[in-house]
Nanobody, 124 residues
Framework: QVQLVESGGGLVQAGGSLTLSCAAS????????MGWFRQAPGKEREFVAA???????SYADSVKGRFTIVRDSAKKMVYLQMNSLTPEDTAVYYC??????????????????WGQGTQVTVSS
C-alpha cells in the first residue's frame, strides 16, 4: 500500500526558513512525479512545486525563487525547502505522487496518491 508521509511543518517567523520532508513507501519512485500542494484556511488547495525523475521541476509563480523541491531517489524522499517565508505561505502542505506525469504538473486530478498534510504557520 502506497504511503506518503509528510513531516517538518511548524511555526516560523516571517522571513524564516523551513524544510518539509515527504517519505514515500511502496512506490516505484522513478516513475512518479512528486509534487507539493498547499491549502490555506478558506481557500482551495493549490499547486506549489513538482519535480519528476530526471530533474525537471515546476513551481508556482508565488514561490519561485523562494522554494526548492528536491528529490532523493535512493531514500524515496522529496523535500520542499522554503525560504523567505511570509504569512501568505501559511497553509497545510501536502505531498503528492503522480505516475508518468510529464507536464501540467499543477493538475491535482493527475496525482494518484496524497499524504495527510503538515501544517506550516508563518507569523508576522
Amino acid at each position: 500500500q502506497v504511503q506518503l508521509v509528510e513531516s517538518g511543518g511548524g511555526l516560523v517567523q516571517a522571513g524564516g526558513s523551513l524544510t518539509l520532508s515527504c517519505a514515500a513507501s511502496e512506490l516505484t519512485f522513478s516513475t512518479y512525479t512528486m509534487g507539493w500542494f498547499r491549502q490555506a484556511p478558506g481557500k482551495e488547495r493549490e499547486f506549489v512545486a513538482a519535480r519528476r525523475s530526471g530533474g525537471i521541476s515546476s513551481y508556482a509563480d508565488s514561490v519561485k525563487g523562494r522554494f526548492t523541491i528536491v528529490r532523493d531517489s535512493a531514500k524515496k524522499m522529496v523535500y520542499l525547502q522554503m525560504n523567505s517565508l511570509t504569512p501568505e505561505d501559511t497553509a497545510v502542505y501536502y505531498c503528492a505522487a503522480a505516475r508518468n506525469l510529464y507536464n501540467n504538473y499543477h493538475l491535482q486530478a493527475r496525482y494518484d496518491y496524497w499524504g495527510q498534510g503538515t501544517q506550516v504557520t508563518v507569523s508576522s
